[in-house]
């Protein structure tokens, strides 16, 4: 569910005010990852390199949504992400 939020997150930003929204969110997701790295070690007790791993999946999930809000503008960032929900029915 969490790769979903973030690529939602950045698909209406780069939506929502084009090009310097996508920088913005670049920036923003960048700076959280950053953060998240560290503090994830701490809040979730798992080694550095698992947090390293979580952070690099969440940035591909930042970039498609990214890429999929400048490829459809105007098509809504709920049903272009809806691929990264988790299957409920397993």
């Known amino acids: ?3 979903y939020y973030h690529s939602k997150a950045n698909c209406e930003a780069t939506q929502e005010t084009g ?3 996508e920088q913005t969110a670049k920036m923003l997701s960048d700076l959280k990852e ?3 790295q560290y503090t994830y070690v701490h809040t979730h ?3 550095i390199e698992e947090a390293i791993a979580d ?3 969440d940035q591909k999930a930042n970039k498609l949504g990214r890429e ?3 490829k459809y503008p105007y098509c809504n960032c709920s049903i272009l992400m ?3 929900l988790p299957d409920y029915k397993k």
Do not use: A, C, N
Request: glycine content about 10%; proline content about 0%.
């Open 82 to 84: 809806h691929d990264l």
């Open 19 to 21: 090009i310097l929204g």
């Open 45 to 47: 007790k798992v080694t």
């Open 68 to 70: 999929r809000g400048r």
């Open 34 to 36: 950053y953060y998240d």
């Open 1 to 3: 569910m969490d790769k």
């Open 55 to 57: 952070s690099e999946r």
